[in-house]
Each structure stands twice: as structure tokens, then as C-alpha cells.
């Protein structure tokens, strides 16, 4: 596995899930992390217990962040939230904020961190996005907008620093054993009319060939490699960790 020693690295929606592995990942190859979270008390224990650094943040501030500079080598934008209701249903003021959270805030980090990557020539940014960006799914209009906007952003990122040794790509994970899905299980028993114990079989793993939730390890074995040197040509991509869903 690849060193990171020397290098800065941010993540975001890191005190939890798939931010908690990227986090314990690159401290355990060297690298000096930020971890970026809403939740002061995690996101301090884990900085102690990986001798990170803490950032405790609300990145759905979004207006907080537009005068903000930021010197690191990788930049992982993972936060995110769910919702699921109808459509017609959907609070306006929680959609507005999951497009901040899960879209401004990314484009305003990478915004941040971009003039000191091109001045090193070398840079790292990693979108966290989802099956769900190159996918739908009924009821959840407000997360898959999200993740498509940010597949486009990531795209953008990596035309434009392509000449300075800067990538950008997406990692596209189907359903992943966090928090954020358990959470999930209620709303979609309410909105599929089914048990909650028929969820994970009945809608989660329904278009997946591989029968399992996918592990946070996994997704960050992949984030690992994507912030490597041996990734160098990785760029303006999706990288599926899905089971298979987006082959059918």
C-alpha cells in the first residue's frame, strides 16, 4: 500500500461510517487528517485516537465556508444526509439543505483547497457519491439530485486541474453498512408499505447481484488507492463499488 507520509489530508462526515474508515485509513498510512464533522464530541475523540486534527463544522453553512482557505493534499467530501418522502411530500427547507450540505459545501471546499494543490502540483480530490448518482430511486429526489450535481462538479474538478497534477473522481457505492442507511430503514418501511424487517432484502439489495451491504472498509480500500500515485491517471471517472446494480 501506498505511504501517504507528508501529506494533509481532509474528510469530511468523518467522525461516522464511510468518513470514519477513510480517516483511520490514511492515519494508519502516514497521513497527518482532518476530520471534518458536525459532532464535536466524536470528531474530537476520533483526532485523539488517530492523532488527527479536528474541525468541528456545520458545512451546510454553506456561506461560512466562501472566504475559506484550505492547505491539503486530499480533499475527501463525504458528508452527506438522507430523506425519504414523496415528492410531494418533501419539506422544502430540508431539501435546500441537503443541496447545501451535499453539493455547495463540496464545490466551496474544493474551491478552498485548490490554489495551494496547483501550487504544489499535486492534488487528491475524492467525491463521495453513490450508486445513486448514476441511478434512481423513488423517493429520494433531494440525495439523488445531490449526487448527480456532484458526478458534474467532480467532472469539471478534473478538466481543470488536470495540468496541475490534480484529480478528481467519484466512488459510487451501492447501500454501505453506516449509520446514515440503518437510519433509512423506518422511512423506507413507511413509504414502501412493507415490515422493517424486509427492507434491507426488498429494496436495498433488490438490484444489487451481490446479496450484502457494502462494508465502509471496502469503500475506503478504493479511496485509498484513487489518492495514491499509482492513481495518477484516475481522473473524471466513477468508480462503482455497487454489486453489480448499474450492470443491469
Known amino acids: 500500500m501506498s505511504s501517504f507520509e507528508g501529506k494533509r489530508a481532509l474528510v469530511t462526515g468523518a467522525a461516522s461510517g464511510i468518513g470514519l474508515a477513510c480517516a483511520e ?142 484529480t478528481s473522481t467519484c466512488v459510487n457505492p451501492s447501500y454501505v453498512r453506516t449509520p446514515l442507511v440503518e437510519k433509512q430503514i423506518t422511512d423506507q418501511a413507511a413509504v414502501h408499505g412493507i415490515p422493517e424487517s424486509e427492507v434491507v432484502e426488498k429494496i436495498m439489495l433488490t438490484e444489487t447481484a451481490i446479496k450484502r451491504l457494502v462494508e465502509p472498509e471496502e469503500v475506503a480500500s478504493l479511496v485509498g488507492w484513487l489518492a495514491s500515485d499509482d492513481a495518477a491517471m484516475a481522473t473524471g471517472s466513477d468508480f462503482l463499488l455497487d454489486g453489480g446494480w448499474s450492470a443491469r
Open 25 to 166: 485509513m490514511f492515519a494508519a498510512r502516514g497521513a497527518h487528517v482532518i476530520i471534518a464533522d458536525v459532532n464535536a464530541d466524536a470528531a474530537n475523540e476520533l483526532a485523539r485516537r488517530i492523532d488527527g486534527e479536528a474541525w468541528v463544522a456545520d458545512l451546510s453553512d454553506t456561506t461560512a465556508l466562501d472566504e475559506l482557505s484550505l492547505d491539503v493534499d486530499i480533499l475527501v467530501n463525504n458528508a452527506g444526509v438522507q430523506t425519504v418522502a414523496p415528492i410531494e411530500e418533501f419539506d422544502p427547507e430540508r431539501y435546500r439543505f441537503m443541496m447545501r450540505l451535499m453539493l455547495e459545501a463540496p464545490f466551496l471546499l474544493v474551491r478552498a483547497a485548490l490554489p495551494r494543490m496547483y501550487e504544489r502540483g499535486w492534488g487528491r480530490i475524492i467525491n463521495i457519491s453513490s450508486a445513486h448518482g448514476v441511478r434512481a430511486s423513488a423517493y429520494k429526489s433531494a440525495y439523488v439530485t445531490a449526487k448527480h450535481g456532484l458526478e458534474g462538479l467532480s467532472k469539471v474538478i478534473a478538466l481543470e486541474g488536470a495540468e496541475h497534477g490534480v
